[in-house]
């Protein structure tokens, strides 16, 4: 009980000093709900539904081939949240919602004109930690407690996979995670969640990939440079993200031989909702420790399962 407060908290202190009229940032003042929230997109629905918040809809994401997503669509489902197409401004004014919430997207941050007419708008900025983002929900819902009590298992989660791998060979291992980008690959930054994630689990990065990359985390590099992100453990994000690229383990000009390479979910490692976080590090002990195979869709609705039955003591 004494870490959940502590990390309330660090919520509370994280969200003070921010600049005015960021979209990203919860306006003083703003009467807090946690009734009537619109979701722009799925992930966002996700976030608040592992706080105690369902939503009255939630926007589907606009891309496909991406197992976390096909997740996030039957945990809803399951939950009784209508899914809807994304960008229909009319959707959301009829449906009359006290608070809207969505990821900072471009698509999103054009429409914010309208959507402000409609109701109060909160952006999360996706790029922030992934509990500094859950923070921010908690504020604008009311559910800080609950966000703070699942960040302290979240980080237990992450201190007790460090612990077992401090004890591996693959202690302090150099992790790479790239992609196949039609004809490019992307190679990606530290500003991405899970480049905090692999931090904490005493894991490191190619020197490449140690910057944050481009606004989106990434940066194209040609298949002649690719060698140069090659590390002791290679992952390659699999998706929506290929864009009909050639799959990038067992490429001829990305010979991994004798290293240790695995394909994961982009949406999955590219997102910093709990069930990203949870999803990465079930690969990361499947690959690591247990020389398994990667999550899966029904991995991932089973995980998500276990996350509420945690909250509710079970």
Same mark, same amino acid.
């Given at each position: 009980?004494?870490?959940?407060? @502590?990390?309330?908290a660090m919520?509370?202190?994280?969200l003070s @000093?921010?600049? +005015?009229?960021?979209?990203?940032v919860p306006?003083?003042?703003? &009467?807090? !709900? ?20 369902? +939503? !009255?809809?939630a ?33 959301v ?5 006290e ?10 941050v054009?429409? =914010?004109?309208?959507?402000e ?8 900025d ?9 923070? !921010? ?15 302290g298992? =979240? ?14 060979p ?20 530290? $500003?991405?969640?899970?480049?905090g ?5 005493? =894991? ?5 990939? &140690?910057?944050?990359?481009n606004e ?15 590390g002791?453990v290679?992952?390659?994000? $699999?998706?929506s993200?290929n ?8 490429h +001829? ?8 390479g695995?394909e ?5 490692w ?9 999803w ?6 499947a ?13 991932g ?7 509420l039955?945690?909250r509710?003591?079970?």
């Amino acid at each position: 009980m004494r870490a959940a407060a @502590g990390v309330l908290a660090m919520i509370m202190i994280m969200l003070s @000093g921010c600049a +005015p009229g960021d979209p990203t940032v919860p306006p003083a003042g703003r &009467q807090v !709900t946690d009734r009537g929230v619109w979701a722009l997109d799925e992930s966002t629905a996700l976030q608040l539904l592992s706080i105690g918040v369902t +939503p !009255t809809h939630a926007a589907r994401n606009p891309y496909t081939g991406d197992l976390l997503v096909d997740a996030a669509y039957q945990i809803l489902g399951q939950t009784g949240v209508p899914l809807v197409e994304p960008g229909r401004i009319e959707l959301v004014a009829e449906a009359a919602p006290e608070l809207i919430i969505g990821t900072s997207f471009p698509g999103h941050v054009e429409l =914010l004109p309208q959507l402000e007419q409609i109701a109060p708008v909160q952006l999360i900025d996706d790029n922030a930690a992934w509990a500094d983002q859950l923070g !921010t929900l908690a504020a604008v819902t009311g559910h800080e407690e609950q966000a703070a009590a699942l960040i302290g298992r =979240l980080r237990a989660d992450i201190g007790s996979l460090a612990a077992r791998l401090e004890a591996t060979p693959h202690a302090g291992a150099v992790v790479s995670v790239l992609s196949a980008c039609g004809q490019q690959v992307c190679a990606y930054g530290n $500003v991405r969640a899970f480049g905090g994630l692999l931090t904490e689990l005493g =894991l490191r990065r190619p020197p490449p990939q &140690q910057d944050r990359g481009n606004e989106w985390g990434y940066r194209e590099v040609s298949y002649e440079l690719v060698s140069e992100h090659r590390g002791e453990v290679n992952l390659s994000l $699999v998706g929506s993200v290929n864009r009909g690229g050639r799959p990038l383990l067992g490429h +001829p000009m990305f010979d991994t031989s004798g290293l240790v390479g695995a394909e994961v979910d982009f949406n999955a490692w590219y997102g910093a909702g709990p069930l990203n976080v949870s999803w990465m590090l079930a690969d990361l002990e499947a690959v690591l420790l247990e020389d398994g195979p990667t999550m899966t869709v029904e991995d991932g609705v089973r995980l998500w399962q276990r996350m509420l039955s945690r909250r509710s003591g079970g």
